[in-house]
Antibody
C-alpha cells in the first residue's frame, strides 16, 4: 500500500523557517518525481514545487510565489522528501501536501497524496 | 502571469449532466497542457479523476470524462450523483515547465 506521511508543520513567526518531511512507502521512491502542493484554509490548491529523480539530476522547480525562499530535497535511502521553507510570510499559511507524480503521466497526474501538514505563519 | 480559470461554482440536478471548464487568462488550452482534473471533498486530499486530457484514472466511474472544448479543457459528469458534490480542480502543465492549478469549481448537486 502506497503511503505518504508529512510531518514538521507548526506555528512559526513571519521571517522564520520550517522544514517539512514526507516519508514514503509502498512504491519505488527513488524512481518517482515528488511534488509539494499547498492549500490555504478555504482556498484552492497551489502547486509549490517538485524534485526529479537521480537520473534527472534531482532537478527542482518552484512556483514564482516561493522561488528563492523554499527548497525541495530528497534522501532516497530514507524514502523521504523535504521542503525547507525560509523567510516565511503570513500568506504561506496553508496545509502542505506531498504528492507523487504517477509513472503513467510525465506531465501530471499526482496519484498519491499525503494527509497534509498545517503550517501557520503568525506573530 | 497566466491564470488558469474555472467557474467558481456550478449546480446540477441528480441524474443530470454538467460540464466544467478550465481555461487560460491568455491563450487556449490544448492537449499540450496535459490537463488533469482532481476531485476534493472537505478535509480530504485531492483525488485524480482525469489526466492527460481524457484518460480516466483507475477506479473512476465512466460517467466522468475529459476533453478539449473550443479553447478550454472540460470535465463532463454524466448522470450526476449526490456524492459528486465536491470541489473540482484542473491543473495544467505550462510551457514554463511548471504546474498551475485553477481556482476550483464548487459543484452542488440538488
Amino acid at each position: 500500500e502506497v503511503q505518504l506521511v508529512e510531518s514538521g508543520g507548526g506555528l512559526v513567526q513571519p521571517g522564520g523557517s520550517l522544514k517539512l518531511s514526507c516519508a514514503a512507502s509502498g512504491f519505488t521512491f527513488s524512481g518517482s518525481p515528488m511534488h509539494w502542493v499547498r492549500q490555504a484554509s478555504g482556498k484552492g490548491l497551489e502547486w509549490v514545487g517538485r524534485i526529479r529523480t537521480k537520473i534527472n539530476s534531482y532537478a527542482t522547480a518552484y512556483a514564482a510565489s516561493v522561488k528563492g525562499r523554499f527548497t525541495i530535497s530528497r534522501d532516497d535511502p530514507k524514502n523521504t522528501t523535504y521542503l525547507q521553507m525560509n523567510s516565511l510570510k503570513t500568506e504561506d499559511t496553508a496545509v502542505y501536501y506531498c504528492t507523487r507524480r504517477s509513472p503513467d503521466s510525465a506531465y501530471g497526474n499526482f496519484d498519491y497524496w499525503g494527509q497534509g501538514t498545517l503550517v501557520t505563519v503568525s506573530s | 502571469q497566466t491564470v488558469v480559470t474555472q467557474e467558481p461554482s456550478f449546480s446540477v440536478s441528480p441524474g443530470g449532466t454538467v460540464t466544467l471548464t478550465c481555461g487560460l487568462s491568455s491563450g487556449s488550452v490544448s492537449t499540450s497542457y496535459y490537463p488533469t482534473w482532481y476531485q476534493q471533498t472537505p478535509g480530504q486530499a485531492p483525488r485524480t479523476l482525469i489526466y492527460s486530457t481524457n484518460i480516466r484514472s483507475s477506479g473512476v466511474p465512466d460517467r466522468f470524462s475529459g476533453s478539449i472544448l473550443g479553447n478550454k479543457a472540460a470535465l463532463t459528469i454524466t448522470g450526476a450523483q449526490a456524492d459528486d458534490e465536491s470541489d473540482y480542480y484542473c491543473m495544467l502543465y505550462m510551457t514554463s515547465g511548471l504546474w498551475v492549478f485553477g481556482g476550483g469549481t464548487k459543484l452542488t448537486v440538488l
